[in-house]
């Protein structure tokens, strides 16, 4: 469907633009031919009007001859005929014109050059020539038309002849013939014609174009052309045209039906006011096809080219579009995906925390009843000792009860150690060799009574960030735990050492206490791990540490070197303190 419709869209448009360039093209052509024509048609109307100019005034000079004035008085005898025609004869030869002949004041014609010919003028009327009335009325006349006798046709020019009182004798007449015009313009291609102002063609420089009507004549004028015998026995025809396109001031494309058959022409015309006459060149339209071909090929190229780009950028623009919505698309499901992935991750971590608080429940209920349950029997027998009065007993199972209490007090105070943990955790500068120090304090009743060596190695100070009071405790668990390890061991040593390692503090809590057993090594930092004695340990220390250290940017690990383990904290380097003078 849409394939269908471009095709139509590109035929359409291919037919369009070569119609419309095709159309334009040939027109332009035409004028510019129809200019070509005008001027020619003009250089023509030149010769013939200077052909016409130089015999003007011919008649009228010769009308004044005395000679001529002085025989037109009298009656004209053999004799003086006889001169007549001899002189008129010398004066055509001279001037060069066709003929010369002289009228009388009734139109018979006493003289002509052609004298000798068998066609001679001499003794024939043409008192109904147009040009003889004109110039008896007016002086002079001029008239375009066949020779009566000759059958030749010509313009004839007339003058008249006066007497001594200035009184109408006479007529002096040249005839012009145009043969030589007609040969010479015989040679062009284009058609050359002459009409009267009635529309009639009498000069044509192709046969069959002669004696042909451009117009309808009216009954009157054909009466009159009758009367003066003007195209005498010559059978006129009309000539059908019509015109297809007006370009103005005489000049037009026509349809003509002309001796060859049906043509178009470019058709001028000129009109040649001193005599009435209009001058007509017709010219077939020679470059106006093939420009009309070129342009309408021009107009197609060009036209097939738009379309292609047009096609061609649509194209860029849509795949373009595609792209920008399959990287959109792209992107939202990247979107999506994340997305679900985060809920996901949110609920297992949410599940983690409730399997870590079922864990931490379990334990804790079982830690916590046993103490309790104790406190409970030793209660109950510690008020049968009341009763029976057994103080001293009575004071030394109270002791007992302390134990249990204060183990229960550890518990909770991991457990608040642990809860101390906020989010981002506490951060401040601090010196690792005083946590140290400080956790050894807190220890010092412990390490006394289990007559423990302590060896230090610290390099300080070793600035880090953290949180001191959970730090201590991350401490306060290591050193608890080596103290337990070396408690059945003889010559029980702690060895404590602190170096930095490039951008890292390294911690070490090394014993002597016998290391950790191979399969229990990698349980160690896992909660309520414990390999002591129940009662002995609630295996959440190296956990709650573990946690700590991680919070803090650091890693702890467990392994075992020489006779003991050996715990390494690894914190980074506070190099804001460091950089401090
Ligand atoms: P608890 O001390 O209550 O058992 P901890 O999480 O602190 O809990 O320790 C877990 C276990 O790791 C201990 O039970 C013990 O088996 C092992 N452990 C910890 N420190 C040492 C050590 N210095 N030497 C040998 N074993 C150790």
Request: charged share 20%.
């Amino acid at each position: 469907m849409r394939i269908a419709l471009l095709i139509l869209l590109l035929l359409a448009g291919l037919f369009l633009a070569m119609h419309l360039a095709g159309r334009q093209a040939e027109r332009q052509a035409l004028r510019d031919e129809a200019e070509q024509a005008r001027e020619q048609l003009s250089l023509y109307a030149g010769s013939l009007r200077t052909l016409i100019d130089r015999f003007r005034a011919l008649p009228a000079v010769l009308a004044l001859d005395p000679e001529i004035r002085s025989i037109l008085q009298g009656p004209v005898d053999n004799h003086l005929q006889h001169q007549l025609n001899l002189k008129l004869e010398t004066m055509n030869r001279a001037a060069g014109s066709t003929t010369l002949e002289l009228l009388d004041r009734d139109g018979l014609a006493v003289a002509a050059s052609n004298w000798r010919s068998p066609t001679s003028y001499v003794g024939h009327n043409y008192g109904f020539r147009p040009y003889f009335s004109e110039a008896r009325s007016h002086g002079s006349g001029r008239f375009y038309g066949v020779g009566v006798v000759s059958g030749i046709p010509g313009y004839f020019l007339a003058s008249a002849v006066r007497g001594a009182n200035d009184e109408f004798i006479g007529t002096l007449v040249v005839k012009l013939e145009f043969p030589e015009l007609e040969q010479e313009w015989g040679q062009r291609p284009d058609i050359i014609l002459v009409s009267d102002a009635r529309g009639v063609v009498f000069i044509a420089n192709h046969p069959g174009w002669r004696y042909r009507e451009l117009k309808p004549i009216s009954a009157d004028d054909r009466r009159e052309m009758a009367a003066t015998r003007q195209y005498d026995k010559q059978p006129l025809a009309p000539l059908i045209h019509s015109t297809l396109q007006d370009f103005g001031e005489g000049s037009r494309l026509a349809r003509v039906d002309g001796p060859g058959g049906r043509a178009d022409f470019l058709w001028e015309s000129l009109p040649l006011p001193s005599e009435g006459w209009t001058l007509h060149l017709l010219r077939t339209p020679q470059e106006a096809a093939s420009s009309a071909r070129t342009a309408s090929l021009a107009a197609a190229g060009a036209w097939l080219a738009l379309y292609f780009l047009g096609l061609f950028l649509h194209q860029r623009w849509r795949v373009a579009r595609i792209r920008q919505r399959s990287r959109e698309e792209l992107e939202q499901l990247v979107e999506q995906r994340t997305a679900a992935l985060r809920t996901a991750q949110d609920g297992l971590i949410q599940a983690a925390k409730l399997a870590a608080l079922g864990q931490m429940s379990t334990a804790l209920a079982h830690e916590i009843n046993q103490p309790l349950t104790a406190l409970q029997m030793h209660l109950a027998s510690l008020r049968l000792m009341l009763a029976n009065g057994q103080l001293e007993q009575a004071h030394k199972a109270l002791g007992r009860h302390d134990e249990l209490l204060q183990r229960m007090a550890a518990l909770t105070g991991h457990l608040k150690t642990y809860a101390r943990k906020t989010p981002g955790g506490l951060r401040e500068c601090l010196e690792l060799g005083g946590v140290v120090e400080k956790a050894l304090q807190l220890l010092a009743p412990n390490l006394r009574d289990a007559q423990v060596a302590i060896s230090q190695e610290l390099s300080v100070p070793a600035w880090i960030s953290g949180d001191a009071i959970r730090l201590e405790q991350v401490l306060v668990n290591l050193l608890r735990n080596a103290l337990d390890a070396v408690a059945d061991v003889p010559n029980p040593t702690l060895w404590i050492s602190l170096r930095r390692e490039n951008a890292h503090w390294l911690l070490e809590v090394a014993d002597n206490g016998g290391g950790i057993g191979e399969s229990a090594l990698p349980q160690v930092f896992d909660p309520f791990f414990t390999t002591k004695p129940a009662g002995a340990g609630l295996g959440i220390g190296l956990a709650v540490s573990y946690a700590i250290v991680h919070e803090l940017g650091g890693t702890l690990s467990a392994a075992n070197q020489g006779a003991g383990a050996v715990f390494t904290l690894r914190l980074p380097v506070d190099k804001a303190r460091e950089e401090q003078p």
